[in-house]
């Protein structure tokens, strides 16, 4: 029997001897079953909640080569803390007819009735999961009321230890860069122009890279920005915003909590900024807030301003931040416009009714050829015919699947029987007779040729030039309807200096993915990909000029 073991621990305040511990633990067991030992897997400081995890995600593509029969771990939480992962992942496995033994849990994916247990431990890691993120807030909120560091590091400050926990000093150096910025933007100077200043001076900016003025300015009812950190006039404010995980991306997003959630606790040693001079910072963003709305509410009596046909489209060839509208109708790269040549050397700039043209003829022209178009059709037939010949619905899968939820729901009434009746165990029993009724009625349908395969279309390319036609020609009311077209044809387009640095050039991508989806309405999301790259490009000799 060939084994993979995996180890976790999610904090920084663990270290690898954990993970040296996990391994232990699983050798011992799989030496006393006779089994043997073939690939070994880990992640550190990595939370059992997130599905990202690199040493797990290997683990999983290891699973479905059949590099080994079982997965073996310290405990079921050491896998998963996420209930719907751990359940999505485990029914994976099974169809790949690989199982999972956990040492400490008694979880054993080969044996019958595994679900309940592993439901229980299921719910159990979770929950405690919920429960450290609890109990996290609480000793974060009980530091911030002690005037102790709560939060992550803040430009500067340097943490510090005493007897009493973790704290804050000055760092002299970074002070007296702040109090620069506050002045020359208390005495009028854009933010843009001092961190175009910062950068030619060299200061390091407090990420390490190079400064922009959204840096300096900020949000100032988020609290964000040099301009608006309260720490810097000695005033500590925590619980301003939380983050929550969104399920479906898995990535983090703040959400800020109202003002009397918030910690506010007063430390004079951490001041920075005199009195007088945050007053006069304040005195001239109130006075910038005040002309901004008054800007808004007359745009908002006459028509709308237009969205541009390649917003957000755009990436500069050399730093990879975004093409942006600058001064009266140019595209200019964003990174060089907010911070200067030594954010980004990329100094020129594009007239936008120019670029226009000139990228949609690329694309009309360069991109779809009659040889490209060809290779389309060809590979389009190609996934038709994979399509197809999977249209008729597994049936024998179906009634195995059938027989093994009827077999869950016996072992689950057994439990029930015996008393062991939770709000787990009642889930668990709703979930199963309701894939059961979905089995029995799946028995009854009749394989049916599918609508939702697209057909090759014989006018594509007259087709797709209409479609260019309509881009060209749209109507601010539709800029953005054509915009999402755009994005499905090429994606990102990469626009760079040429060798010489005379010009803009730009490198174009399409997608004929997308093309289906366009012209038909229907996507081969799941059937296939096709994609086809402009080889050269193209460099108009007066582009940027």
């Excluded at 999983?60 to 050491?78: N, T």
């Excluded at 949000?219 to 309260?230: Q, V």
């Amino acid at each position: 029997m060939k084994v993979a073991i995996y180890a976790r621990y999610s904090t920084e305040k663990q270290n690898e001897t954990s993970i040296d511990g996990q391994f232990r633990t699983c050798e011992e067991y799989a030496k006393r079953q006779g089994w043997k030992i073939v690939r070994r897997f880990s992640d550190e400081a990595i939370s059992g909640a997130k599905t990202d995890r690199p040493g797990y995600q290997a683990l999983l593509a290891a699973a479905e080569a059949h590099e080994f029969d079982i997965i073996l771990a310290e405990e079921v939480s050491r896998l998963w803390r996420d209930q719907a992962e751990q359940w999505r992942a485990v029914k994976r496995l099974e169809y790949l007819e690989r199982h999972v033994v956990a040492v400490n849990d008694g979880v054993d994916t080969r044996r019958e009735g595994f679900s309940l247990l592993l439901s229980v431990r299921g719910a159990m890691n979770a929950e405690a999961r919920r429960e450290i993120a609890l109990r996290t807030r609480r000793g974060l909120r009980e530091r911030a009321i002690n005037g102790f560091c709560a939060g992550g590091a803040s430009y500067g400050y340097r943490s510090t230890k005493n007897e009493h926990g973790a704290t804050r000093e000055i760092v002299p150096e970074q002070a007296k860069t702040i109090v620069l910025i506050f002045e020359r933007f208390a005495d009028g100077q854009s933010t843009k122009a001092i961190a175009a200043q910062l950068n030619e001076m060299g200061v390091p900016a407090p990420r390490g890279k190079k400064w922009l003025s959204s840096a300096i300015y900020g949000h100032k009812e988020k609290g964000t920005g040099i301009l608006n950190n309260p720490l810097y006039i000695g005033r500590q404010v925590w619980n301003r915003s939380k983050w929550v995980m969104n399920p479906t991306t898995e990535k983090r997003e703040r959400r800020d909590l109202p003002e009397s959630e918030w910690v506010i606790t007063e430390i004079p040693l951490l001041r920075i900024v005199p009195q007088p001079l945050w007053d006069r910072v304040k005195a001239r963003q109130q006075e910038q807030h005040r002309r901004s709305i008054n800007i808004r509410t007359g745009l908002s009596k006459i028509a709308r301003a237009p969205r541009y046909l390649f917003s957000s489209l755009l990436r500069c060839g050399v730093c990879g931040g975004k093409m942006v509208i600058y001064g009266v109708d140019r595209y200019a790269c964003s990174s060089h416009a907010n911070g200067g040549r030594h954010a980004c050397a990329n100094r020129l700039n594009v007239k936008r009714p120019f670029l226009e043209y000139t990228l949609l003829k690329a694309i009309r022209c360069e991109l779809f050829e009659p040889e490209c178009l060809e290779e389309f059709r060809d590979e389009a037939a190609r996934l038709l015919r994979e399509a197809r010949a999977a249209k008729q619905p597994d049936q024998s899968a179906t009634r195995a699947e059938l027989a093994k939820v009827e077999r869950e729901l016996e072992n689950l009434m057994t439990a029930i029987k015996a008393g062991i009746i939770t709000e787990t165990t009642k889930a668990e029993l709703e979930k199963l007779e309701a894939r059961k009724r979905a089995l029995l009625a799946s028995q009854h349908v009749k394989a049916a040729a599918r609508d939702d395969i697209p057909e090759v279309l014989p006018n594509v390319a007259e087709r797709f030039h209409k479609l260019i036609h309509k881009l060209e020609v749209a109507r601010p009311g539709d800029i953005e309807r054509a915009r999402m077209a755009l994005r499905k044809l090429v994606g990102d387009i990469i626009v760079e200096p040429s060798d010489d640095g005379t010009h803009l050039r730009a490198k174009i991508e399409g997608d004929y993915a997308g093309l289906f989806e366009l012209l038909d309405g229907k996507s081969l999301k799941d059937k296939g990909y096709i994609r086809m790259v402009a080889g050269t490009g193209f460099e108009p000799m007066t582009f940027g000029l």
